[in-house]
């Protein structure tokens, strides 16, 4: 069993930063492939990028590649997205998850963080 929890939202001003992190319990945080997403009102939730286990492999959506980047620290339990360059359509709730497998659709995530709410303010 895995619990996640995120924190470090805010509101922040376009073209601000902002770094969530993504705090796990249990002993096989490792083991774990780590995901991020979001969701704005009223739309569906979208990957936003995700890292191996190891931390060796990242990738992210095109709408964020270049502006975020995630890292994760297997000592602390934490999984860490850094964003620059935000924007108001950034704006959702970000959650991260955990996969077994590193390519993973959204069905395939074991475990979800409660979320943590990002506003940009144009």
């Known amino acids: 069993q895995v619990q996640l929890v995120e924190s470090g939202g805010g509101l922040v001003q376009a073209g601000g930063s902002l770094r969530l992190s993504c705090a796990a319990s249990g002993r096989t945080f490792s083991s774990y492939a780590m995901g991020w997403f979001r969701q704005a009102p009223g739309k569906e939730r979208k990957f936003v990028a995700r890292i191996s286990g190891s931390g060796g492999s990242t990738y992210y959506a095109d709408s964020v590649k270049g502006r975020f980047t995630t890292s994760r620290d297997n000592a602390k339990n934490t999984v860490y997205l850094q964003m620059n360059s935000l924007k108001p359509e950034d704006t959702a709730v970000y959650y991260c998850?955990?996969?077994?497998?590193?390519?993973?659709?959204?069905?395939?995530?074991?475990?979800w963080g409660q979320g943590t709410q990002v506003t940009v303010s144009g």
């Open positions: 998850a955990a996969a077994r497998t590193y390519i993973a659709t959204p069905r395939e995530y074991d475990y």
